[in-house]
């Protein structure tokens, strides 16, 4: 299926009726949008939900990659070693 499209003045464009149906794009359908060549080629795309964290669980998560006392000394002495 090939149509021609009217770049409005914002840059927008309207997918067709008859496209977005055989898609199975819905209303807030997202697509994306890639330039390959002279070409631009829209896909379909899917958003995944991602869990947002607490700032309690980020500090957590901080708490438990921290340094002991001594040990970045201690690694910043070996990586210099190993340098030379």
Known sequence: MKENLIVSEKGQITLPASMRKSLGLGKSAIVTAEQVGGRIVLTPAVVLE???????????????DAFLKGERRRLSSRLAGRRG
């Open 50 to 64: 991602t869990e947002i964290y607490t700032d309690e669980q980020i500090a957590g998560w901080d708490r438990s």
